[in-house]
Protein backbone atom coordinates (compact mmCIF):
# COMPACT_ATOMS: atom_id res chain seq x y z
CA UNK A 1 0.00 0.00 0.00
CA UNK A 2 2.82 2.29 1.20
CA UNK A 3 4.60 1.90 -2.18
CA UNK A 4 1.82 2.35 -4.59
CA UNK A 5 0.86 5.59 -3.13
CA UNK A 6 4.23 6.80 -2.55
CA UNK A 7 5.00 5.73 -6.09
CA UNK A 8 1.92 7.20 -7.37
CA UNK A 9 2.74 10.49 -5.89
CA UNK A 10 6.04 10.87 -7.21
CA UNK A 11 4.27 10.82 -10.63
CA UNK A 12 2.00 13.36 -10.21
CA UNK A 13 3.79 15.61 -8.33
CA UNK A 14 6.55 15.63 -11.04
CA UNK A 15 3.94 16.71 -13.09
CA UNK A 16 2.64 19.45 -11.11
CA UNK A 17 6.90 20.75 -9.47
CA UNK A 18 6.68 23.05 -12.76
CA UNK A 19 3.69 25.00 -11.98
CA UNK A 20 5.57 26.53 -8.92
CA UNK A 21 4.27 30.10 -7.77
CA UNK A 22 4.91 32.86 -10.25
CA UNK A 23 5.05 36.82 -9.72
CA UNK A 24 1.45 36.52 -10.87
CA UNK A 25 0.20 33.51 -7.94
CA UNK A 26 3.08 35.22 -5.11
CA UNK A 27 -0.21 37.59 -3.56
CA UNK A 28 -2.69 35.13 -3.47
CA UNK A 29 -2.77 34.10 0.26
CA UNK A 30 -0.98 30.44 1.31
CA UNK A 31 -2.82 27.56 0.93
CA UNK A 32 -4.77 26.10 4.07
CA UNK A 33 -4.63 22.35 4.76
CA UNK A 34 -6.61 21.31 7.74
CA UNK A 35 -6.33 17.86 8.62
CA UNK A 36 -8.01 16.81 11.30
CA UNK A 37 -7.28 13.09 13.11
CA UNK A 38 -10.22 11.12 14.90
CA UNK A 39 -9.68 9.82 18.11
CA UNK A 40 -5.79 10.10 17.96
CA UNK A 41 -4.34 9.38 21.41
CA UNK A 42 -1.33 11.26 23.08
CA UNK A 43 0.94 8.44 23.02
CA UNK A 44 0.00 7.13 19.54
CA UNK A 45 2.59 8.74 17.33
CA UNK A 46 5.55 7.30 16.57
CA UNK A 47 7.84 10.60 18.24
CA UNK A 48 6.08 9.99 21.59
CA UNK A 49 6.43 6.62 21.72
CA UNK A 50 10.25 5.95 21.15
CA UNK A 51 8.92 4.61 17.61
CA UNK A 52 6.56 1.92 18.78
CA UNK A 53 4.62 3.17 15.72
CA UNK A 54 5.86 3.75 12.50
CA UNK A 55 4.48 7.27 11.78
CA UNK A 56 7.80 9.02 9.76
CA UNK A 57 6.10 11.55 7.48
CA UNK A 58 4.32 12.95 11.10
CA UNK A 59 7.24 12.98 12.65
CA UNK A 60 8.62 15.02 10.04
CA UNK A 61 6.14 17.41 9.79
CA UNK A 62 5.80 18.01 13.34
CA UNK A 63 9.97 18.35 13.40
CA UNK A 64 9.11 21.00 10.75
CA UNK A 65 6.44 22.66 12.56
CA UNK A 66 5.47 24.20 15.85
CA UNK A 67 4.10 21.73 18.15
CA UNK A 68 0.97 23.35 20.59
CA UNK A 69 1.99 21.89 23.68
CA UNK A 70 -0.90 22.59 25.42
CA UNK A 71 -3.80 22.31 23.09
CA UNK A 72 -7.27 21.51 24.17
CA UNK A 73 -10.37 20.26 22.62
CA UNK A 74 -13.61 18.13 23.71
CA UNK A 75 -13.98 14.77 25.08
CA UNK A 76 -15.72 13.18 22.38
CA UNK A 77 -16.43 14.14 18.30
CA UNK A 78 -19.04 16.01 17.05
CA UNK A 79 -18.80 19.21 19.81
CA UNK A 80 -14.66 19.50 18.88
CA UNK A 81 -16.00 20.08 15.42
CA UNK A 82 -18.30 22.43 16.11
CA UNK A 83 -16.06 24.37 17.77
CA UNK A 84 -13.25 24.63 15.26
CA UNK A 85 -16.30 25.30 12.44
CA UNK A 86 -18.06 28.05 14.28
CA UNK A 87 -14.76 29.36 16.64
CA UNK A 88 -17.31 29.22 19.62
CA UNK A 89 -16.48 26.59 22.84
CA UNK A 90 -18.93 23.60 22.33
CA UNK A 91 -21.54 24.50 24.82
CA UNK A 92 -21.24 28.16 23.25
CA UNK A 93 -23.16 27.01 20.30
CA UNK A 94 -25.17 24.27 22.32
CA UNK A 95 -23.02 21.43 22.41
CA UNK A 96 -22.82 20.51 25.60
CA UNK A 97 -22.19 16.66 24.85
CA UNK A 98 -22.73 14.49 21.70
CA UNK A 99 -26.32 13.05 21.94
CA UNK A 100 -26.46 12.08 18.08
CA UNK A 101 -28.80 14.62 17.01
CA UNK A 102 -26.75 17.89 16.99
CA UNK A 103 -26.19 20.35 13.89
CA UNK A 104 -24.38 23.62 14.24
CA UNK A 105 -27.64 26.57 13.88
CA UNK A 106 -27.86 27.96 10.82
CA UNK A 107 -27.11 31.70 9.67
CA UNK A 108 -30.86 31.86 8.45
CA UNK A 109 -32.15 30.80 11.79
CA UNK A 110 -29.31 33.61 14.21
CA UNK A 111 -26.39 30.92 14.21
CA UNK A 112 -23.65 30.67 12.96
CA UNK A 113 -21.08 31.13 9.50
CA UNK A 114 -18.82 28.39 9.61
CA UNK A 115 -15.36 28.58 8.95
CA UNK A 116 -14.96 28.13 4.98
CA UNK A 117 -18.01 30.30 4.66
CA UNK A 118 -15.89 33.35 6.29
CA UNK A 119 -12.87 32.23 4.12
CA UNK A 120 -15.21 32.45 1.40
CA UNK A 121 -17.13 35.16 2.08
CA UNK A 122 -13.99 37.55 3.27
CA UNK A 123 -11.21 36.18 1.48
CA UNK A 124 -12.02 34.75 -1.65
CA UNK A 125 -10.73 31.16 -0.80
CA UNK A 126 -11.89 27.87 -2.84
CA UNK A 127 -12.85 25.57 0.16
CA UNK A 128 -13.07 21.96 -0.46
CA UNK A 129 -13.93 19.35 2.80
CA UNK A 130 -12.85 15.54 2.64
CA UNK A 131 -13.63 12.87 5.08
CA UNK A 132 -15.99 12.75 8.20
CA UNK A 133 -18.37 15.68 8.39
CA UNK A 134 -20.60 14.73 11.88
CA UNK A 135 -22.35 18.23 11.98
CA UNK A 136 -25.78 17.40 10.88
CA UNK A 137 -27.37 15.89 8.04
CA UNK A 138 -30.95 15.67 7.96
CA UNK A 139 -31.57 18.32 5.53
CA UNK A 140 -29.17 19.41 2.64
CA UNK A 141 -28.53 22.95 4.59
CA UNK A 142 -26.81 21.35 7.24
CA UNK A 143 -24.15 19.42 4.82
CA UNK A 144 -21.41 20.44 3.90
CA UNK A 145 -21.67 22.43 0.44
CA UNK A 146 -24.65 24.62 2.10
CA UNK A 147 -22.10 25.15 5.13
CA UNK A 148 -19.26 26.95 2.71
CA UNK A 149 -17.66 24.26 1.30
CA UNK A 150 -17.65 24.09 -2.67
CA UNK A 151 -17.12 20.42 -2.55
CA UNK A 152 -17.64 17.06 -0.09
CA UNK A 153 -16.30 14.14 -0.69
CA UNK A 154 -17.09 11.58 2.45
CA UNK A 155 -19.56 10.37 5.16
CA UNK A 156 -22.14 12.25 7.57
CA UNK A 157 -22.04 10.01 10.91
CA UNK A 158 -19.08 9.32 13.64
CA UNK A 159 -17.78 6.48 11.61
CA UNK A 160 -18.18 3.85 8.86
CA UNK A 161 -18.97 0.20 9.83
CA UNK A 162 -15.45 -0.93 8.01
CA UNK A 163 -12.83 0.81 6.39
CA UNK A 164 -13.46 -0.55 2.64
CA UNK A 165 -16.94 -1.35 2.74
CA UNK A 166 -18.34 2.19 3.06
CA UNK A 167 -21.69 2.04 4.75
CA UNK A 168 -23.96 3.62 7.76
CA UNK A 169 -24.11 3.20 10.80
CA UNK A 170 -28.03 3.69 10.51
CA UNK A 171 -30.29 0.66 9.81
CA UNK A 172 -30.97 2.45 6.83
CA UNK A 173 -34.70 1.63 7.24
CA UNK A 174 -34.15 -1.83 8.49
CA UNK A 175 -34.67 -2.73 11.94
CA UNK A 176 -31.80 -3.40 14.74
CA UNK A 177 -32.48 -7.27 14.17
CA UNK A 178 -32.20 -6.92 10.28
CA UNK A 179 -30.48 -3.89 9.45
CA UNK A 180 -30.24 -2.81 5.63
CA UNK A 181 -26.84 -1.77 4.08
CA UNK A 182 -26.79 1.62 2.81
CA UNK A 183 -23.42 3.80 1.80
CA UNK A 184 -22.71 6.58 3.67
CA UNK A 185 -20.40 8.22 1.29
CA UNK A 186 -20.89 11.76 -0.53
CA UNK A 187 -19.87 13.50 -3.16
CA UNK A 188 -20.89 16.90 -3.38
CA UNK A 189 -20.38 19.85 -5.46
CA UNK A 190 -21.28 23.39 -5.60
CA UNK A 191 -21.36 25.34 -3.15
CA UNK A 192 -25.47 25.99 -2.80
CA UNK A 193 -26.51 23.76 -4.99
CA UNK A 194 -29.25 20.96 -4.22
CA UNK A 195 -28.86 18.91 -6.89
CA UNK A 196 -24.90 19.01 -5.91
CA UNK A 197 -25.68 16.99 -2.90
CA UNK A 198 -25.42 13.16 -3.60
CA UNK A 199 -23.72 9.82 -3.58
CA UNK A 200 -20.60 9.15 -4.51
CA UNK A 201 -19.89 6.23 -6.93
CA UNK A 202 -20.18 2.58 -6.02
CA UNK A 203 -16.88 2.39 -7.31
CA UNK A 204 -15.26 3.57 -4.35
CA UNK A 205 -16.45 0.12 -2.00
CA UNK A 206 -13.88 -1.78 -1.58
CA UNK A 207 -10.69 1.43 -1.30
CA UNK A 208 -9.66 1.55 2.53
CA UNK A 209 -11.18 4.72 3.00
CA UNK A 210 -7.71 7.10 4.19
CA UNK A 211 -6.94 6.38 0.73
CA UNK A 212 -9.88 7.96 -0.95
CA UNK A 213 -9.49 10.89 0.82
CA UNK A 214 -6.01 11.15 0.57
CA UNK A 215 -6.20 10.62 -3.48
CA UNK A 216 -9.25 13.37 -3.88
CA UNK A 217 -6.88 15.65 -1.47
CA UNK A 218 -3.36 15.01 -3.85
CA UNK A 219 -6.06 15.71 -6.65
CA UNK A 220 -7.55 19.19 -5.35
CA UNK A 221 -4.11 20.49 -4.72
CA UNK A 222 -2.79 19.66 -8.30
CA UNK A 223 -5.83 21.18 -9.81
CA UNK A 224 -5.64 23.92 -7.69
CA UNK A 225 -1.85 24.66 -8.05
CA UNK A 226 -2.23 24.36 -12.22
CA UNK A 227 -4.96 26.46 -12.09
CA UNK A 228 -3.90 29.07 -9.65
CA UNK A 229 -2.20 32.04 -11.53
CA UNK A 230 -5.38 32.27 -13.86
CA UNK A 231 -8.15 32.07 -10.81
CA UNK A 232 -6.18 33.79 -8.08
CA UNK A 233 -8.15 31.79 -5.81
CA UNK A 234 -6.57 30.80 -2.27
CA UNK A 235 -7.41 27.30 -1.45
CA UNK A 236 -8.18 25.56 1.98
CA UNK A 237 -8.55 22.38 2.18
CA UNK A 238 -10.08 20.40 5.11
CA UNK A 239 -9.65 16.68 5.55
CA UNK A 240 -11.41 15.08 7.97
CA UNK A 241 -9.85 11.17 8.47
CA UNK A 242 -11.51 8.29 10.10
CA UNK A 243 -8.01 6.88 10.91
CA UNK A 244 -7.74 5.88 13.68
CA UNK A 245 -11.40 5.78 15.07
CA UNK A 246 -12.89 2.22 15.22
CA UNK A 247 -15.62 1.27 12.68
CA UNK A 248 -19.10 1.78 14.13
CA UNK A 249 -22.01 -0.57 13.58
CA UNK A 250 -22.07 -4.02 15.39
CA UNK A 251 -19.21 -5.71 14.15
CA UNK A 252 -16.64 -6.66 16.84
CA UNK A 253 -13.36 -6.28 14.71
CA UNK A 254 -13.63 -2.70 14.49
CA UNK A 255 -9.70 -1.80 14.09
CA UNK A 256 -8.68 -2.11 10.52
CA UNK A 257 -5.71 -1.94 8.37
CA UNK A 258 -3.88 -3.08 4.88
CA UNK A 259 -2.62 -6.86 6.88
CA UNK A 260 0.75 -6.12 4.55
CA UNK A 261 1.55 -2.66 6.54
CA UNK A 262 0.75 -4.74 9.59
CA UNK A 263 3.17 -7.82 8.58
CA UNK A 264 5.88 -5.25 7.53
CA UNK A 265 5.87 -2.46 10.74
CA UNK A 266 4.13 -4.44 13.42
CA UNK A 267 5.88 -7.77 13.31
CA UNK A 268 7.04 -7.23 17.39
CA UNK A 269 3.74 -5.86 18.56
CA UNK A 270 2.20 -9.06 20.50
CA UNK A 271 -1.75 -8.05 20.73
CA UNK A 272 -3.58 -8.17 17.35
CA UNK A 273 -5.85 -5.24 18.25
CA UNK A 274 -2.20 -3.13 18.54
CA UNK A 275 -0.77 -4.44 15.91
CA UNK A 276 -4.01 -3.50 13.81
CA UNK A 277 -3.83 0.25 15.39
CA UNK A 278 -0.43 0.66 14.34
CA UNK A 279 -1.14 -0.24 10.80
CA UNK A 280 -4.55 1.93 11.03
CA UNK A 281 -1.51 4.45 12.76
CA UNK A 282 0.31 4.21 9.66
CA UNK A 283 -2.45 4.53 7.19
CA UNK A 284 -3.00 8.14 9.07
CA UNK A 285 1.25 8.90 8.19
CA UNK A 286 0.94 7.48 4.40
CA UNK A 287 -1.96 10.26 3.81
CA UNK A 288 -0.19 13.30 5.74
CA UNK A 289 3.24 12.31 3.25
CA UNK A 290 1.66 11.93 0.28
CA UNK A 291 -0.62 15.43 0.97
CA UNK A 292 2.66 17.27 2.48
CA UNK A 293 4.35 16.40 -0.76
CA UNK A 294 1.92 17.34 -2.92
CA UNK A 295 1.98 20.62 -1.22
CA UNK A 296 5.59 21.03 -1.99
CA UNK A 297 5.90 19.93 -5.23
CA UNK A 298 2.63 22.62 -6.01
CA UNK A 299 5.14 25.39 -4.71
CA UNK A 300 2.79 27.85 -3.36
CA UNK A 301 2.95 29.09 0.26
CA UNK A 302 1.11 26.36 2.46
CA UNK A 303 0.66 26.09 6.18
CA UNK A 304 -0.96 22.53 7.61
CA UNK A 305 -2.69 22.22 10.86
CA UNK A 306 -2.67 18.95 12.42
CA UNK A 307 -4.85 18.09 15.43
CA UNK A 308 -6.69 15.35 16.81
CA UNK A 309 -10.67 15.67 17.71
CA UNK A 310 -10.62 14.32 20.98
CA UNK A 311 -8.24 12.51 22.66
CA UNK A 312 -7.73 8.67 22.17
CA UNK A 313 -9.72 5.65 23.65
CA UNK A 314 -7.67 2.97 25.80
CA UNK A 315 -10.79 0.34 24.74
CA UNK A 316 -9.92 0.45 20.99
CA UNK A 317 -6.03 0.52 21.36
CA UNK A 318 -5.13 4.04 21.81
CA UNK A 319 -3.05 5.43 24.25
CA UNK A 320 -2.34 8.71 26.08
CA UNK A 321 0.27 8.15 28.51
CA UNK A 322 1.78 9.66 30.87
CA UNK A 323 -1.98 11.77 30.38
CA UNK A 324 -4.91 10.51 32.58
CA UNK A 325 -8.23 8.56 30.95
CA UNK A 326 -8.74 8.85 27.12
CA UNK A 327 -12.03 9.87 24.85
CA UNK A 328 -15.38 10.15 26.83
CA UNK A 329 -13.78 11.83 30.07
CA UNK A 330 -12.85 15.04 31.34
CA UNK A 331 -9.71 13.66 32.19
CA UNK A 332 -6.22 15.26 30.60
CA UNK A 333 -6.24 12.11 28.53
CA UNK A 334 -9.65 13.16 26.68
CA UNK A 335 -9.60 16.75 26.30
CA UNK A 336 -5.79 17.36 25.68
CA UNK A 337 -4.88 16.09 22.36
CA UNK A 338 -1.13 16.24 19.58
CA UNK A 339 -1.73 19.59 17.81
CA UNK A 340 1.14 21.08 15.52
CA UNK A 341 1.08 23.56 12.27
CA UNK A 342 3.76 23.14 9.39
CA UNK A 343 4.64 24.43 6.33
CA UNK A 344 6.90 26.56 4.31
CA UNK A 345 5.33 29.76 6.32
CA UNK A 346 7.73 28.41 9.58
CA UNK A 347 10.72 30.05 9.34
CA UNK A 348 13.79 27.68 10.23
CA UNK A 349 14.33 28.87 13.70
CA UNK A 350 10.99 28.18 14.47
CA UNK A 351 11.08 24.31 13.38
CA UNK A 352 10.63 21.76 15.74
CA UNK A 353 9.73 24.07 18.90
CA UNK A 354 6.86 23.68 20.93
CA UNK A 355 4.14 26.79 21.43
CA UNK A 356 3.24 27.00 25.24
CA UNK A 357 0.38 28.70 25.47
CA UNK A 358 -3.37 27.81 26.11
CA UNK A 359 -4.76 26.63 22.51
CA UNK A 360 -8.45 25.29 22.10
CA UNK A 361 -10.45 24.34 19.33
CA UNK A 362 -12.26 27.44 18.50
CA UNK A 363 -8.88 29.32 18.15
CA UNK A 364 -8.52 27.82 14.60
CA UNK A 365 -11.46 30.23 13.41
CA UNK A 366 -9.86 33.25 14.07
CA UNK A 367 -6.04 31.50 13.65
CA UNK A 368 -7.09 30.68 10.06
CA UNK A 369 -9.15 33.90 8.94
CA UNK A 370 -7.45 36.40 10.80
CA UNK A 371 -4.00 35.38 11.09
CA UNK A 372 -3.07 33.06 8.34
CA UNK A 373 -5.56 34.38 5.78
CA UNK A 374 -5.20 37.84 6.67
CA UNK A 375 -8.74 38.95 6.72
CA UNK A 376 -9.40 42.45 6.77
CA UNK A 377 -11.06 43.91 9.70
CA UNK A 378 -14.41 43.47 10.66
CA UNK A 379 -15.08 40.20 9.15
CA UNK A 380 -16.37 38.83 13.01
CA UNK A 381 -19.09 41.08 13.14
CA UNK A 382 -21.70 39.07 11.02
CA UNK A 383 -20.11 35.52 11.99
CA UNK A 384 -22.78 34.14 14.72
CA UNK A 385 -25.43 35.74 17.65
CA UNK A 386 -22.12 35.35 20.16
CA UNK A 387 -19.01 36.53 19.74
CA UNK A 388 -16.33 33.75 18.87
CA UNK A 389 -14.31 32.08 22.20
CA UNK A 390 -11.44 31.77 20.10
CA UNK A 391 -8.00 33.71 19.73
CA UNK A 392 -5.91 34.49 16.64
CA UNK A 393 -2.71 32.88 17.70
CA UNK A 394 -0.66 32.85 14.42
CA UNK A 395 1.05 36.38 15.77
CA UNK A 396 2.06 34.45 18.99
CA UNK A 397 3.38 31.14 17.64
CA UNK A 398 5.17 33.10 14.61
CA UNK A 399 6.75 35.73 17.40
CA UNK A 400 9.13 32.83 18.92
CA UNK A 401 8.47 34.56 22.62
CA UNK A 402 6.30 31.18 23.66
CA UNK A 403 8.50 28.48 23.42
CA UNK A 404 9.13 25.03 25.64
CA UNK A 405 12.53 25.99 26.04
CA UNK A 406 11.41 29.09 27.64
CA UNK A 407 9.34 28.94 31.21
CA UNK A 408 5.95 28.96 31.03
CA UNK A 409 4.98 31.76 28.89
CA UNK A 410 1.35 32.77 28.62
CA UNK A 411 0.02 33.39 25.11
CA UNK A 412 -3.43 35.74 24.07
CA UNK A 413 -5.45 33.04 26.04
CA UNK A 414 -5.45 32.86 29.67
CA UNK A 415 -8.16 30.03 30.25
CA UNK A 416 -10.17 27.54 28.53
CA UNK A 417 -14.12 26.76 29.65
CA UNK A 418 -14.47 23.56 29.25
CA UNK A 419 -17.82 22.93 30.04
CA UNK A 420 -20.70 24.36 32.08
CA UNK A 421 -23.11 22.86 33.51
CA UNK A 422 -26.78 25.22 33.34
CA UNK A 423 -30.37 24.27 32.94
CA UNK A 424 -30.01 23.18 29.59
CA UNK A 425 -27.13 21.02 30.28
CA UNK A 426 -28.16 19.06 33.66
CA UNK A 427 -32.29 18.89 32.68
CA UNK A 428 -35.05 18.54 29.93
CA UNK A 429 -35.12 15.61 27.26
CA UNK A 430 -30.98 16.08 26.89
CA UNK A 431 -28.93 15.64 29.40
CA UNK A 432 -25.02 15.10 30.34
CA UNK A 433 -22.87 13.92 32.83
CA UNK A 434 -19.72 15.71 32.26
CA UNK A 435 -18.93 18.20 35.11
CA UNK A 436 -18.05 22.13 35.02
CA UNK A 437 -14.29 22.30 33.90
CA UNK A 438 -12.52 25.17 33.41
CA UNK A 439 -8.11 25.32 32.53
CA UNK A 440 -6.94 28.68 33.59
CA UNK A 441 -3.44 30.62 34.27
CA UNK A 442 -2.63 31.72 37.76
CA UNK A 443 1.14 32.49 39.13
CA UNK A 444 1.89 29.40 41.61
CA UNK A 445 1.14 30.45 45.11
CA UNK A 446 4.70 30.73 46.98
CA UNK A 447 6.34 31.17 43.73
CA UNK A 448 6.72 33.37 40.86
CA UNK A 449 6.47 30.21 38.30
CA UNK A 450 3.32 30.08 36.21
CA UNK A 451 1.17 27.20 35.50
CA UNK A 452 -2.09 26.08 34.45
CA UNK A 453 -4.87 25.10 37.30
CA UNK A 454 -8.01 23.07 36.24
CA UNK A 455 -10.89 22.83 38.45
CA UNK A 456 -13.13 20.43 37.82
CA UNK A 457 -16.42 20.20 39.96
CA UNK A 458 -17.43 16.50 39.83
CA UNK A 459 -16.74 13.74 38.06
CA UNK A 460 -18.30 12.66 34.30
CA UNK A 461 -17.98 8.40 34.65
CA UNK A 462 -18.91 5.89 36.76
CA UNK A 463 -16.14 6.03 40.03
CA UNK A 464 -13.13 4.16 39.35
CA UNK A 465 -13.47 3.64 35.25
CA UNK A 466 -11.78 5.32 32.50
CA UNK A 467 -9.25 6.90 34.57
CA UNK A 468 -6.36 4.74 34.00
CA UNK A 469 -2.89 5.74 32.23
CA UNK A 470 -2.93 3.74 29.56
CA UNK A 471 0.66 3.51 27.04
CA UNK A 472 1.71 1.78 24.08
CA UNK A 473 2.66 -1.80 25.17
CA UNK A 474 6.46 -2.50 24.80
CA UNK A 475 7.37 -4.26 22.12
CA UNK A 476 8.60 -8.43 22.06
CA UNK A 477 12.23 -9.16 21.43
CA UNK A 478 10.82 -11.55 18.80
CA UNK A 479 8.25 -11.50 16.46
CA UNK A 480 4.50 -12.45 16.71
CA UNK A 481 2.41 -13.48 13.77
CA UNK A 482 -1.16 -11.68 13.38
CA UNK A 483 -3.75 -13.70 14.21
CA UNK A 484 -3.29 -14.81 17.46
CA UNK A 485 -5.58 -13.06 19.76
CA UNK A 486 -8.79 -12.45 17.48
CA UNK A 487 -7.57 -10.31 14.48
CA UNK A 488 -8.87 -12.02 11.27
CA UNK A 489 -7.40 -11.86 7.83
CA UNK A 490 -9.60 -11.38 4.79
CA UNK A 491 -12.93 -11.91 6.84
CA UNK A 492 -15.18 -12.07 3.55
CA UNK A 493 -14.88 -13.85 0.82
CA UNK A 494 -13.07 -12.80 -2.19
CA UNK A 495 -10.91 -10.26 0.01
CA UNK A 496 -7.68 -9.70 0.02
CA UNK A 497 -4.90 -7.76 2.04
CA UNK A 498 -8.08 -6.64 4.87
CA UNK A 499 -6.65 -7.44 8.37
CA UNK A 500 -9.61 -6.91 11.18
CA UNK A 501 -9.15 -6.87 14.88
CA UNK A 502 -11.23 -6.68 18.33
CA UNK A 503 -10.84 -3.63 20.54
CA UNK A 504 -9.47 -4.27 23.72
CA UNK A 505 -12.21 -6.75 26.09
CA UNK A 506 -14.55 -4.64 26.95
CA UNK A 507 -15.03 -6.10 30.41
CA UNK A 508 -11.60 -4.29 31.11
CA UNK A 509 -12.65 -0.55 32.85
CA UNK A 510 -9.46 0.49 32.37
CA UNK A 511 -9.38 1.66 36.18
CA UNK A 512 -6.42 2.88 38.32
CA UNK A 513 -7.18 2.87 42.09
CA UNK A 514 -5.00 5.54 43.16
CA UNK A 515 -6.77 7.93 40.75
CA UNK A 516 -8.16 11.14 42.86
CA UNK A 517 -11.74 10.78 43.32
CA UNK A 518 -13.62 14.07 42.02
CA UNK A 519 -16.91 13.39 43.26
CA UNK A 520 -16.26 16.49 45.59
CA UNK A 521 -14.38 18.16 43.01
CA UNK A 522 -11.00 18.46 42.27
CA UNK A 523 -7.98 21.25 41.26
CA UNK A 524 -4.71 19.91 39.62
CA UNK A 525 -1.68 21.93 38.48
CA UNK A 526 -1.28 21.09 35.27
CA UNK A 527 1.87 22.37 34.73
CA UNK A 528 3.48 20.14 37.35
CA UNK A 529 1.07 17.46 37.58
CA UNK A 530 -0.35 16.61 33.65
CA UNK A 531 -0.94 12.90 34.82
CA UNK A 532 -3.46 14.40 37.59
CA UNK A 533 -2.69 12.65 40.36
CA UNK A 534 -2.54 15.12 43.04
CA UNK A 535 -5.50 16.64 44.13
CA UNK A 536 -4.73 19.82 45.76
CA UNK A 537 -8.68 21.42 46.07
CA UNK A 538 -8.29 21.09 49.81
CA UNK A 539 -4.86 23.14 49.68
CA UNK A 540 -5.44 26.61 51.85
CA UNK A 541 -3.30 28.24 49.30
CA UNK A 542 -5.72 27.09 46.52
CA UNK A 543 -8.84 28.64 47.84
CA UNK A 544 -8.96 31.74 46.06
CA UNK A 545 -8.01 30.27 43.13
CA UNK A 546 -10.99 27.45 43.68
CA UNK A 547 -13.61 30.96 44.56
CA UNK A 548 -12.09 32.34 41.08
CA UNK A 549 -12.48 29.82 38.81
CA UNK A 550 -15.96 29.06 40.18
CA UNK A 551 -17.36 32.56 39.75
CA UNK A 552 -15.86 32.39 35.82
CA UNK A 553 -18.07 29.08 35.56
CA UNK A 554 -21.02 30.24 37.00
CA UNK A 555 -20.86 33.47 35.18
CA UNK A 556 -20.25 31.72 31.68
CA UNK A 557 -23.38 28.77 32.33
CA UNK A 558 -25.56 31.65 32.52
CA UNK A 559 -24.65 32.45 28.74
CA UNK A 560 -25.07 29.16 27.90
CA UNK A 561 -27.78 28.45 24.80
CA UNK A 562 -29.96 25.59 24.57
CA UNK A 563 -29.19 22.52 23.04
CA UNK A 564 -28.18 22.88 18.94
CA UNK A 565 -30.92 19.81 18.02
CA UNK A 566 -32.84 21.63 15.33
CA UNK A 567 -35.11 18.20 14.97
CA UNK A 568 -36.96 16.31 17.91
CA UNK A 569 -40.09 14.02 18.04
CA UNK A 570 -42.57 13.63 14.88
CA UNK A 571 -40.71 16.47 13.05
CA UNK A 572 -37.10 14.18 13.19
CA UNK A 573 -39.36 11.27 12.67
CA UNK A 574 -40.71 12.61 9.55
CA UNK A 575 -37.61 13.78 7.83
CA UNK A 576 -35.81 10.44 9.03
CA UNK A 577 -38.54 8.55 7.44
CA UNK A 578 -38.19 10.44 3.84
CA UNK A 579 -34.71 9.79 4.22
CA UNK A 580 -35.46 6.05 4.62
CA UNK A 581 -37.52 5.86 2.15
CA UNK A 582 -34.86 7.68 -0.25
CA UNK A 583 -32.15 5.14 0.15
CA UNK A 584 -34.39 1.87 -0.75
CA UNK A 585 -33.94 3.76 -3.81
CA UNK A 586 -30.94 4.67 -4.22
CA UNK A 587 -29.13 3.12 -1.51
CA UNK A 588 -27.52 6.37 -0.43
CA UNK A 589 -27.95 7.82 3.17
CA UNK A 590 -28.52 11.49 1.58
CA UNK A 591 -31.03 14.55 2.74
CA UNK A 592 -33.99 14.26 0.71
CA UNK A 593 -35.16 18.44 1.82
CA UNK A 594 -33.51 21.17 1.03
CA UNK A 595 -34.75 23.18 3.56
CA UNK A 596 -37.35 21.66 6.24
CA UNK A 597 -40.76 22.98 5.70
CA UNK A 598 -42.69 23.08 9.38
CA UNK A 599 -46.14 22.36 7.21
CA UNK A 600 -44.93 19.71 5.48
CA UNK A 601 -46.67 16.38 6.08
CA UNK A 602 -45.36 13.07 6.27
CA UNK A 603 -47.06 11.65 2.53
CA UNK A 604 -45.15 14.86 1.37
CA UNK A 605 -41.74 13.36 2.04
CA UNK A 606 -42.27 9.86 0.41
CA UNK A 607 -40.24 9.72 -2.58
Not at 91 to 109: F, I, K, T
Not at 538 to 550: F, Q
Request: glycine content about 10%; some cysteine.
Amino acid sequence: MRVVMLAWLGIVTSCISGSSATSSSAAVPPTIVHVVADDLGWNDLGYTNQGKTHTPHINKARQEGIELKYYYTWKVCSPSRASVMTGRYPWGVGYYDMQGSEAVPLPSEGGYEMLPAVLKKHVGYETHALGKWNLGHLTKEYTPTFRGFDSFLGYYQAAQPDYWLHGSTESCCGSKEKPLFCTDLSKSNGYMVADGVRGAPDALNGTYNSEIFTSEAVRIIQEHAAKMTETQKPLYLYVAFMNVHSTGGSSSLEIQAPCEVIDKHYSNTHEDTYKAMGGMLTMLDFGIGNITAALAAAGHPYVLIFHSDNGGPPYDGSTNSPLRGGKHTIWEGGIRVRSFVTGSLIRKKLQGTQFTGLAHSSDWYRTIVAGIANASAGWEKTTGPRPTDGFNLWPAMLSGKYLAKDPLHPGPRNEIIHQVVNQHSSSGPFKTKTPATITKLFTRPGSSDMTYFKLMLGRDNPKGKKNAIVAWPDLKASPVSYGQSGGTRNHYPGESNRCRAPGIDKSKTFSDPQAPDCTNDCLFDIGADPSEKHNIIKNKDMEHIVKNLKKILTDAAANGPPWAIPFQGNVKAEISQGICNQTRHTGYLEPVLTHHDPGLTETALLV
